[in-house]
C-alpha cells in the first residue's frame, strides 16, 4: 500500500470516528441539534460507514459508539438482522414485532 493510500484510509478513518462521535453526542443530550441536523449526520455517517466497510477500525468505532453501530446494523439489516445487538435484546424486538404485525392483522 502506498503511503498516499494510507494517509486516506487513515482520513475516511478519522471523519468515521468524529461523525460517530457527533451522533453519540447527540444521542446522549450533550449536543443541541433539530431534526435537520440529526439527519444531515445520520446521512453523513452512512457515507462514512460504507467507505469504511472492512476496516479493521469498523468494529472498534461501532463498540465504542452505539448510536453509529445501531445506524450500522440497520444498513446492514437485510444480510445480518440484528447481528450487533444482544441476543436477548434482538430476540426480544423481533418478538414484539411479531406481536405487532398479528394484532394489526386482526
Known amino acids: 500500500m502506498a503511503p498516499t493510500d494510507i494517509d486516506f484510509t ?31 449526520v445520520v446521512k453523513q455517517l452512512t457515507t462514512a460507514l460504507r467507505r469504511n466497510a472492512g476496516s479493521p477500525a469498523l468494529p472498534a468505532v461501532l463498540a465504542a459508539h452505539p448510536a ?13 438482522g440484528l447481528a450487533r445487538s444482544p441476543l436477548e435484546q ?13 394484532r394489526l392483522r386482526k
Open 10 to 40: 487513515q482520513e475516511r478513518t478519522a471523519a468515521l470516528v468524529r461523525l460517530a462521535a457527533v451522533l453519540q453526542h447527540f444521542d446522549s443530550g450533550r449536543l443541541p441539534f433539530n431534526a435537520e441536523h440529526y439527519q444531515a
Open 90 to 102: 434482538a430476540v426480544a424486538a423481533e418478538l414484539e414485532a411479531t406481536h405487532a404485525i398479528a
Open 68 to 80: 453509529a453501530a445501531e445506524v450500522y446494523e440497520n444498513l446492514n439489516y437485510e444480510q445480518a
